[in-house]
């Protein structure tokens, strides 16, 4: 049986017949129950995106809470993101729960249907992008999301909270440059995230402002921590004309090229200067103190919070996708190139 198009709006029981269901089981897949078969459930799915079906805005059976879900829990940059969405809901009388789930490009099938369940209030995903499937299963129960730090190119209809990437690249090589430094490498994080591209870009736009060459093998692509920046600092730092500046696309890559300076035997930053990214507070703790850029990760999270909140009561903001600017923030990382650095980094590499 199908629905007429000329209904002007779906109800429950029309989707139930269309389904071949009782209304009951089609309560139990909105409200996101289990003791429902898959084949059933993704034949309502279907029912609920085709003809567009969406629950009150604010229900009474959305719990308090607002849940944030990261790919990988346990780094210093996911405690920025936490405290940030702490901040907002706790104005808002809320509780958080964190989840761990999938890869850095979306959540697992489990976190579908475990959400379903809990029916948060919203949903801060911190990840590339979210299946157009689980767009329509949250869009059908009224659970808004926002998703924070895009690394890849969401749609313009999805709603999302990052940073200026292309400026913090651009302006971290600029104050290399500035301070007198030609050979400059750069190690970003995994080629097919957007803002590991977009760093990159703002040190191409630097250094083909400046007037200076690239040379081939000074940009590296590596995984956003410490042992990536280890490994690709070993490479740059024991090539024949090595770097006397490196801008590393995080802080805990940069703490790798630290690592891998001084067990070569490099002074930073007489003989090497180097730039991190993100501004953790492990940046002012390490030695020599880290210039970096500032990532605004605590006032991003809090934004995409403030977002997913408005979202929830109705309000569709007028621009979906918000960019918060970057800024340097100058330490002891740093230092204009000491005459014949490249000889005493050959000199290390000699010792090494």
């Not at 071949?20 to 993704?42: A, E, F």
């Not at 949903?123 to 808004?144: G, H, N, T």
């Not at 703490?255 to 993100?278: F, M, W």
């Not at 605590?298 to 569709?316: D, K, P, W």
Request: aromatic share 4%; net charge negative.
């Amino acid at each position: 049986m199908s629905i007429p198009a000329e209904e002007p709006r779906v109800t429950l029981a029309q989707l139930a017949t269309a389904a071949g269901v009782s209304l009951s089981t089609i309560s139990k897949v909105l409200n996101g129950r289990s003791d429902v078969s898959s084949k059933t459930r993704s034949k309502v799915e279907e029912l609920l995106e085709e003809h567009g079906y969406r629950r009150r805005l604010v229900s009474a059976s959305q719990s308090a809470l607002v849940e944030l879900v990261f790919h990988e829990l346990e780094s210093a940059w996911a405690l920025e993101l936490i405290r940030g969405v702490e901040n907002v809901a706790r104005e808002h009388g809320m509780s958080v729960v964190l989840t761990e789930s999938g890869t850095r490009h979306a959540p697992g099938p489990e976190w579908i249907e475990g959400v379903m369940a809990r029916r948060p209030a919203g949903v801060v995903l911190v990840f590339s992008d979210l299946p157009q499937d689980y767009r329509a299963k949250l869009a059908a129960r009224s659970i808004p999301f926002v998703i924070i730090d895009p690394a890849g190119d969401p749609s313009p209809d999805v709603p999302s909270v990052g940073s200026a990437n292309w400026s913090g690249g651009m302006m971290a090589t600029r104050h290399l440059i500035d301070l007198g430094h030609t050979r400059i490498a750069t190690i970003s994080g995994p080629e097919d995230m957007m803002c590991s591209l977009a760093r990159i870009d703002g040190y191409r736009s630097a250094m083909g402002m400046a007037g200076l060459p690239i040379e081939p093998g000074f940009i590296r692509y590596g995984n956003f921590h410490v042992d990536g920046g280890r490994d690709h600092a070993f490479t740059l730092l024991r090539r024949p004309h090595p770097p006397t500046a490196i801008f590393a696309g995080s802080d805990l890559q940069a703490l790798g090229v630290l690592d891998a300076a001084r067990q070569i035997g490099l002074r930073v930053p007489d003989e090497l200067s180097i730039v991190g990214y993100d501004d953790l507070q492990l940046a002012q703790w390490s030695s020599p103190a880290l210039t970096t850029v500032h990532q605004p990760l605590i006032q991003m999270a809090e934004e995409a919070t403030r977002m997913v909140l408005r979202l929830r009561n109705g309000e569709r903001p007028n621009n979906l996708r918000l960019d918060l600017a970057t800024s340097l923030v100058v330490r002891q990382s740093t230092a204009a190139p000491s005459e014949g650095s490249a000889r005493a980094t050959t000199a290390a590499q000699q010792r090494a």
